[in-house]
């Protein structure tokens, strides 16, 4: 039997405006096993944002639970969850966010300084991840010195960086053309037939396509949660 990497139970999350609460997500029950490969759709405002930042250990919930690989994270302190998103979860967003003055190669290291690596382990794991997403030469290279896709590119290694249990990419292509969309849709492609765990947040239908399992939201719920048959594959 495949173990649970993530195991969702009656999550809520409510926010308050002003004297208002409202109720964002409204009771998500939702497994994920280790090794899949899973989109999060759903239309503006149907919680598809709240559930990924909750996902990626970046907000708690109202209530219910949420096991991450064995650990339940739903009722942690911050210092705890910055810990568990550092070891856990390689992140992957749509605007990049990389250290505009730093190589490549050092945006890449960031996350093993969190975690306490050496120097030399951590240049030594940067370039193996670089090279991995076909960046060897361009390691000394500052972003404004690379194109979007070798931006993302470079986003995509600092994820990979730390081994996590989870990739999760929100709208990773999102600023990127169609054609550099689909090399780095292969390149998620690659990653999860290395045994990675992918979560893909994205409204977009044809990127959608690349993951083997598609879950919708809708209103706060989950209005379907399917296995894509007719996978994207490279």
């Known amino acids: 039997m495949t173990e649970s990497l993530i195991k969702i139970k009656a999550i809520k999350r409510d926010f308050q405006l002003g004297s208002e609460t409202i109720n964002v997500?409204?009771?998500?029950?939702?497994?994920?096993?280790?090794?899949?490969y899973v989109a999060l759709m759903g239309?503006?405002?149907?919680?598809?944002?709240?559930?990924?930042?909750?996902?990626?250990?970046?907000?708690?919930?109202?209530?219910?639970?949420?096991?991450?690989?064995?650990?339940?994270v739903s009722k942690m302190?911050?210092?705890?969850?910055?810990?568990?998103?550092?070891?856990?979860?390689?992140?992957?967003?749509?605007?990049f966010n990389l250290l505009p003055r730093t190589t490549a190669l050092d945006n890449v290291a960031l996350?093993?300084?969190?975690?306490?690596?050496?120097?030399?382990?951590?240049?030594?794991?940067?370039?193996?991840v670089l090279s991995q997403v076909g960046l060897a030469d361009r390691?000394?290279?500052q972003p404004n010195q690379l194109s979007g896709g070798q931006r993302q590119r470079v986003a995509v290694a600092r994820a990979?960086?730390?081994?996590?249990?989870?990739?999760?990419a929100d709208e990773p292509t999102g600023n990127l053309?169609?054609?550099?969309?689909?090399?780095i849709m292969k390149l998620f492609d690659a990653i999860h037939a290395s045994g990675n765990t992918v979560i893909l947040v994205t409204h977009e239908?044809?990127?959608?396509?690349?993951?083997?399992?598609?879950?919708?939201?809708?209103?706060?719920i989950i209005e379907s949660d399917v296995v894509n048959k007719n996978s994207t594959r490279s």
């Open 77 to 95: 302190h911050d210092d705890d969850l910055a810990e568990v998103r550092n070891k856990e979860i390689g992140f992957v967003f749509q605007t």
């Open 25 to 36: 997500l409204k009771g998500i029950d939702l497994e994920i096993q280790k090794g899949e």
């Open 111 to 128: 996350p093993m300084v969190y975690a306490g690596y050496s120097k030399a382990d951590r240049h030594q794991r940067a370039k193996e």
């Open 205 to 220: 239908e044809d990127i959608a396509q690349y993951a083997h399992r598609i879950i919708r939201l809708r209103d706060g």
């Open 177 to 183: 053309d169609s054609k550099t969309s689909e090399e």
């Open 43 to 72: 239309p503006s405002g149907s919680g598809k944002s709240t559930l990924m930042n909750l996902l990626g250990c970046l907000d708690t919930p109202t209530s219910g639970t949420y096991i991450l690989n064995g650990k339940d």
């Open 139 to 141: 390691m000394d290279h």
């Open 160 to 168: 990979l960086v730390n081994n996590p249990s989870i990739i999760l």
